[in-house]
């Protein structure tokens, strides 16, 4: 073996042992949070589904682990932008952001919106595969902007960001990107309704964050603070999964699609879809 080809296999092998590292951890978070409770998959599928059927007030919270099954990496994960520099490794190989498309996951979520159960989604995201998807802009809030979004300066007006065009059509203001930096502050709108509903939510459901990124990851604390119950869909660990009450390691897409099938299945058995307009005053903050 060339000295080129050994040192390659180290790293593939030490990459394979982060990997197995953080499922085991996994797998113990999992043990953690259903101690002694001997919960099956199946049966969690079907708990969760039971409570979407049951909550009144429905967010849902996303992070970079929804979009991973759409070829953009997230950063924790084993294959995360972090773990590999960690290691020493180049970024994990990418498709075009423009090319990427929303997966059976956030479809998953737009069926929930339509059927007016999710009253609000609150994205730590700048991928846009939510509104690509077909999720309402005035039911979802970008924590952290959006790459495909300008926004005015002066007035707040949100449009399309395209090159060479940098003034508002409304005001003449000067129109910036929206995608929110490292230590930058949450934009003040998406920050007060987010917080609104997690003051007002029943059911609180995390799917592919690691909620490590403050002050984002306060709000599922902020929604169990007033009452909540929380789920969490995430491969790595959170500091949330001592106080979660369904934990799913599992990945995204084997775990929301399915729930909600057997919602759709509960809701044909016991309840009505609420109508349009039941769904549009649970919509109003
Ligand atoms: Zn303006």
Not at 55 to 74: K, W
């Amino acid at each position: 073996m060339g000295k080129g080809r050994a040192i390659l296999q180290e790293t593939i092998d030490k990459a394979k042992t982060v990997k197995a590292e953080a499922e085991a951890q996994a797998r113990e978070v999992i043990d953690e949070a259903n101690k002694g409770k001997g919960i099956a998959f199946s049966e969690r599928i079907e708990i969760l589904a039971q409570w979407i059927l049951k909550s009144n007030h429905l967010v849902v919270f996303t992070g970079a682990g929804i979009s991973t099954e759409s070829g953009l990496p997230d950063f924790r994960g084993p294959d995360g932008i972090w773990t590999r520099e960690k290691l020493g490794l180049p970024p994990p190989e990418t498709i075009d952001w423009s090319d990427a498309q929303p997966n059976i996951a956030h479809q998953a979520i737009v069926e929930l919106q339509n059927m007016g159960t999710m009253k609000y989604l609150i994205s730590q995201n700048v991928d846009n595969l939510h509104l690509k998807s077909g999720i309402h802009p005035d039911l979802l809030a970008e924590l952290h902007g959006n790459i495909y979004k300008a926004r005015c300066g002066l007035c707040g007006f949100k449009c399309d960001a395209i090159p060479d065009i940098n003034e508002c059509p409304l005001c003449g203001g000067k129109l910036v990107s929206t995608l929110v930096n490292f230590g930058d502050r949450i934009p003040r709108k998406e920050w007060r309704d987010s917080e609104w509903h997690c003051r007002h939510c029943d059911l609180f459901i995390v799917v592919g964050s690691s909620l490590n990124v403050f002050a984002a990851a306060k709000l599922p604390q902020i929604a169990v603070n007033s009452g909540a119950k929380l789920v969490i869909i995430n491969q790595e660990r959170t500091y949330l999964d001592p106080f979660c009450h369904l934990r799913f390691t599992q990945s995204i897409g084997k775990v929301l699609p399915p729930v909600v099938e057997r919602f759709k299945k509960l809701l044909e058995k016991y309840g009505e879809l609420p109508t349009e307009e039941k769904r549009l005053n649970a919509s109003k903050v």
